[in-house]
């Protein structure tokens, strides 16, 4: 019995969609694990590895969410291959919402944990410049990869990727 097209495309979709969380949870964890070092928890303790893995986690999260975003906003599946300045923005726009509330929630509303004393801050929103910056850096490092993994390990072509 062969597939339909269209379970080809929902079955190449939840491919795509689990292989972008695998390598984004893989490439925020050593942020995770460094930056972690200039947040301190209530009462002063470190951050542990295991909230670092959670951090990881829900990063895989924000970076399924910058996607479905991209895909909205530029009305096609595989913008981030070939993102060009709209697919940048994109990423850029959604990666500093993306920061800015989860930092200003979880710093400043749910008190989970401050700033250590050498964390930089963003002037007038007041959070920290490290997180920031990895919701800036990552997303397009991460697209890279996952393109570049999906040709290679699944022969995903563009044809098969196309809404």
């Known amino acids: 019995m062969s597939m339909s097209s269209s379970e080809r495309w929902s079955g190449d979709l939840v491919r795509f969609l689990t292989t972008l969380f695998?390598?984004?949870v893989l490439?925020?964890?050593p942020w995770e694990r460094l930056q972690s070092q200039l947040y301190v928890h209530p009462g002063g303790a470190s951050i542990p590895w295991w909230?670092?893995?959670a951090a990881s986690l829900a990063d895989g999260l924000f970076?399924?969410?910058i996607f479905?975003?991209?895909w909205m906003t530029l009305g096609?599946?595989?913008w981030f291959e070939q993102p060009g300045i709209e697919g940048y923005l994109v990423m850029l726009i959604s990666g500093v919402?993306?920061?800015v509330g989860v930092e200003w929630t979880t710093v400043h509303v749910l008190r989970w944990w401050t700033y250590g004393e050498y964390m930089l801050l963003v002037p007038i929103v007041n959070i920290g410049l490290v997180p920031m910056t990895q919701m800036l850096v990552l997303p397009p490092l991460i697209f890279r990869l996952v393109t570049a993994l999906s040709r290679y390990v699944y022969g995903t072509t563009r044809e098969s990727?196309?809404?």
């Open 97 to 99: 919402a993306i920061s």
């Open 63 to 65: 970076v399924l969410v």
């Open 68 to 70: 479905g975003v991209g």
């Open 22 to 24: 695998v390598v984004a």
């Open 27 to 29: 490439v925020n964890y």
């Open 161 to 163: 990727m196309r809404t």
């Open 51 to 53: 909230l670092c893995l």
């Open 76 to 78: 096609r599946r595989t």
